[in-house]
């Protein structure tokens, strides 16, 4: 008997766990965070109390309140006895946070499986991030954290894979296969069960830059006759469009090529598409690219990957920009406690804010909105501010977009957007579908699991919690 329990990622866009059951085997598909459903409860100044261990998590439904999958110091932390492990694994499709981030409340021993690029981008957020207990995807204090006492962190065991590669977890074969998305270290799976082969999508798309990653997984997917498929549905009514990467390279060039002044972009980093296009532009347009010591965490290791072919942190015309410190002088090693900043300062394309105010037009200045206040030191005037994400889509992020557009004009800064999605369009996932001609449909990842429609399959509304057996 295969049972499928969707405890994440129904009805809403992200937040998958998928536990996955075969006789004794147990795993979950991705472990990530519903930003949707905790915006419900907190926000920047009222988040989950650590103090509290799972207990706020718990109360508000974050996370599902089943034995056997958390950590002991935070199941004792709120007043539970610890539990032994009753799940054989987590299976990351990849390292964006809404598939990846409560890993963090997982028990030690619990193996987790992912891509080697997915571990390296894991790894850079793992550097540049303050601890809390959100955030401890790779390691983990126990908690209670005590004041003074130094404690090394706890490591997880990770085992890596890539396409080609098999996974075996208990008596159930899994084959991970590359899929293209807005983050490197992507896969879809096809997972063997003793019913037959079930594909979990994971995210994809079949518009970005290397569509032939999306495509390997689709014909594997169709010559195994899947019983079931598992699919995201991010964007299942909208028709297919012309965004490209090429589009965003062509829009932020000629804007950036016609400004009168400083030049600043923002992207999630995560992208590696996106900075091999504002590289580029940098490049052809002559102007050095800066960015944070945060950035150069990623960097460095994308760098390791030889396959994405990007530059280090140190390559040709990137710089680094000093952070600032509380007493108006730029960071040095006496006066910076962050190690990731203090084991970079000795490099030699390091830059200050006012070295760029100085000749403004000589630089790209990737700028994340966090980080806005910077624009009081860089001093832009009358210069180009590129969006490079998705424009907001809650209340939320409409409040944030407004106090964005203000520092914009505050420094006579032009806006100008331009970006292309993650996720395939509504189309391209039904022509998916019914190309693999899968029993049965789950859709998920989705706010609108009804537009799944017109498909030969078995279309499955997902109820979270409910058991499904296959």
Not at 42 to 51: D, G, I, M, Q, T
Not at 222 to 227: Q, S, T
Request: hydrophobic share 35%; charged share 30%; with cysteine.
């Amino acid at each position: 008997m295969v049972n499928l329990i969707f405890y994440g990622g129904v009805k809403e866009i992200g937040g998958n766990k998928i536990l996955l059951e075969d006789g004794d085997a147990r795993f979950f598909l991705d472990f990530g965070v519903s930003f949707s459903r905790r915006s419900r409860y907190f926000e920047e100044y009222l988040p989950p109390r650590s103090a509290n261990g799972l207990g706020d998590f718990l109360a508000t439904n974050l996370i599902p309140d089943i034995r056997g999958i958390y950590r002991e110091d935070l199941l004792v932390h709120m007043g539970r006895e610890p539990e032994d492990p009753e799940i054989s694994a987590v299976i990351l499709s990849h390292a964006h946070a809404d598939h990846a981030n409560y890993v963090s409340f997982l028990h030690k021993d619990i193996p987790i499986y992912c891509g080697e690029t997915c571990k390296y981008i894991l790894d850079a957020v793992n550097e540049q991030s303050k601890r809390n207990i959100e955030n401890e995807v790779v390691d983990f204090k126990r908690r209670p954290i005590i004041p003074g006492k130094r404690e090394e962190p706890i490591k997880r065991k990770f085992k890596l894979f890539r396409t080609g590669d098999n996974i075996t977890i208990d008596s159930v074969d899994i084959e991970p296969i590359h899929v293209d998305h807005s983050v490197p270290g992507s896969y879809g799976f096809i997972i063997y069960t003793s019913k037959g082969p079930i594909v979990y999508t994971g995210d994809l798309r079949m518009h970005g830059t290397n569509p032939g990653l999306t495509r390997d997984f689709i014909e594997r997917a169709k010559e195994e006759r899947p019983i079931a498929i598992i699919t995201e549905g991010t964007r299942i009514n909208e028709k297919r469009g012309e965004e490209s990467e090429e589009k965003v390279y062509v829009k932020a060039k000629e804007e950036l090529k016609n400004a009168r002044g400083l030049c600043v972009v923002d992207f999630n980093f995560k992208d590696v598409d996106r900075f091999r296009t504002f590289y580029r532009v940098s490049r052809e347009l002559d102007k050095f690219l800066v960015i944070s010591f945060k950035h150069a965490c990623f960097l460095e290791r994308y760098h390791l990957d030889g396959k994405l072919k990007v530059p280090d942190s140190k390559g040709e015309g990137i710089l680094l920009l000093k952070p600032k410190m509380r007493t108006g002088t730029y960071a040095d090693y006496d006066y910076i406690s962050e190690p990731y900043i203090k084991s970079r300062l000795n490099y030699p394309n390091i830059i200050t804010a006012e070295e760029i105010s100085k000749n403004p037009e000589d630089y790209i200045v990737v700028l994340n909105y966090w980080y806005f206040n910077t624009l009081i030191d860089l001093k832009p005037e009358k210069g180009v501010y590129v969006h490079s994400l998705s424009e907001p889509f809650n209340e939320e992020m409409e409040i944030s977009f407004e106090r964005m557009m203000e520092w914009l004009k505050l420094f006579n800064l032009r806006y100008v957007h331009a970006h292309c999605s993650g996720h395939a369009y509504g189309e391209d996932i039904l022509n998916m579908i019914k190309e693999i001609r899968p029993k049965k449909i789950f859709p998920i990842h989705t706010e609108n699991p009804e537009g799944f429609k017109n498909l030969d399959g078995e279309i499955v509304i997902v109820k979270e919690g409910e058991k499904y057996t296959l």
